[in-house]
């Protein structure tokens, strides 16, 4: 079992950055890939980004490529998102997610571990 635990949500003016952080606890000794999604008002949930094990390879929804970067810190069992030129329509409920493995998938099903959610609010 693993607990995610996000942070780092808030309001922010449309052009400006935030950086969200996810936490992990628990049986942090396996190997997982962590996602990134959100969920606007009225929306369903969509995927922003992934991150393999080794931090090597990510990939992103075409929405965000060239402005949001995930890394990840194994030896602190965290993982980050870093939000730059946001619009507002990034605003959402920010979620990560983690799944058992090295292969990365942008399939929200895939994921078994799920954090409450962090608030972006980006006004314009």
């Known amino acids: 079992q693993v607990q995610l635990v996000e942070s780092g949500g808030g309001l922010v003016q449309a052009g400006g950055s935030l950086r969200l952080s996810c936490a992990a606890s628990g049986r942090t000794s396996s190997v997982y890939t962590m996602g990134w999604f959100r969920q606007a008002p009225g929306k369903e949930r969509e995927f922003v980004g992934v991150?393999?094990?080794?931090?090597?390879?990510?990939y992103y929804a075409d929405s965000v490529k060239g402005r949001f970067t995930i890394s990840r810190d194994n030896a602190k069992n965290t993982v980050s998102l870093q939000m730059n030129s946001l619009k507002p329509e990034d605003t959402a409920v920010y979620y990560c997610a983690a799944r058992r493995g090295m292969a990365v998938t942008a399939e929200a099903l895939q994921y078994a571990y799920w954090g409450q959610g962090t608030q972006v609010t980006v006004s314009s």
């Open positions: 991150i393999n094990w080794g931090g090597d390879t990510t």
